[in-house]
């Protein structure tokens, strides 16, 4: 009978990835960040100078604040987006990489195999065009849904166009939900087998279509486990702001502003080291949880 024991797979993930600590470089990559600045006009420093100044602080530390305004030209806003942007890019490129690695690591798991770092670090540089490619096939039906709504900028009120929108918003809903169902398992396809892009996107979705029940549980198990790592990871980071935040405290009232700021740079630079490794270690077992399922479903007959 085919049958998926959740319980195992979960426990055999676990295993994978406190085991396999090397792949938590890789799935440092998976997944994505931002950053975002905010708005504060002329009027707001001015204010905030006023209080300060009430205060009796004359320091002139607000001059310098109140000319950030003039750095926020058109000039240097495309620069700093242009960065932003590129720096995108290079992570969604080393996530290929990564997420290529990976598989292939969890792939010897499987098989009770040796692995070393550079090795999987070579593979995802041979299956980096498969799988980018591969994510360009799935995304023209996204770029052709969104042409509804570049035409309606142009054309705010057209009711037919609002109503191609709807419609627009429905299918790409749809759209994306299949993918989150059958991705990953394009994504073994692509690295595991001798499979061209086009070729592992059809056999994932062709395995999550003949075991259309146990792979929707799957996801379900997966959102699931998701809503339960992310309760964790904010309870993780309440835990560790509280003495990172009391140290940072100490410096800077017991030595002084400029080592305070100096502990402050120090300690942020733990705290990101500290989450990079949760969200490495994190994503190796979401990704083995995953893979493993693979593995099972193609035994299956």
């Known amino acids: 009978m085919k049958t998926l024991h959740f319980g195992d797979l979960i426990r055999q993930?676990?295993?994978?990835?406190w085991k396999n600590k090397i792949l938590w470089i890789f799935g440092i990559f998976l997944g994505g960040g931002g950053l975002s600045i905010p708005n504060v006009s002329s009027n707001d420093w001015e204010k905030i100078q006023q209080m300060y100044s009430s205060m009796g602080d004359t320091t002139p530390i607000f001059q310098e604040i109140g000319s950030l305004e003039n750095l926020l030209t058109v000039r240097n806003i495309a620069i700093v987006v242009g960065a932003l942007v590129i720096i995108g890019l290079i992570f969604i490129i080393l996530s290929f990489f990564a997420r290529a690695a990976m598989i292939f690591g969890l792939n010897r798991i499987n098989q009770s195999k040796s692995y070393k770092f550079w090795e999987l670090l070579k593979l995802g540089v041979k299956k980096f065009p498969r799988l980018?490619?591969?994510e360009i096939i799935l995304g023209i039906p996204n770029l052709?849904?969104?042409?509804?709504?570049?035409a309606l900028i142009f054309d705010f009120k057209n009711k037919s166009l609002i109503a191609l929108v709807i419609v627009a918003v429905v299918f790409m809903l749809i759209y994306n939900l299949m993918l989150f169902m059958f991705r990953h398992y394009s994504y073994c396809f692509a690295v595991?087998?001798?499979?061209?892009?086009?070729q592992s996107i059809k056999s994932g979705w062709q395995m999550f279509r003949s075991n259309l029940k146990e792979l929707i549980l799957v996801k379900v198990v997966e959102i699931l486990l998701s809503i339960l790592?992310?309760?964790?990871?904010i309870?993780?980071?309440?835990?560790?702001m509280i003495p990172l935040g009391l140290l940072g405290g100490l410096f800077l009232?017991?030595?002084g502003s400029g080592t305070g700021i100096a502990a402050a740079v120090v300690l942020g630079i733990i705290f990101i080291l500290i989450m990079a490794l949760i969200k490495g270690s994190i994503n190796t077992f979401m990704q083995a949880y995953l893979t493993k399922v693979y593995f099972e479903v193609r035994t299956w007959k």
Do not use: C
């Not at 993930?13 to 990835?17: G, H, I, K, P, Q």
């Not at 790592?229 to 990871?233: K, L, S, V």
């Open 235 to 240: 309870t993780v980071i309440i835990i560790l």
């Open 132 to 134: 980018f490619l591969m």
């Open 253 to 255: 009232f017991g030595f």
């Open 13 to 17: 993930a676990l295993d994978w990835a």
């Open 144 to 150: 052709i849904l969104l042409i509804p709504f570049a």
């Open 229 to 233: 790592i992310a309760i964790g990871m």
């Open 192 to 198: 595991l087998q001798e499979k061209s892009a086009w």
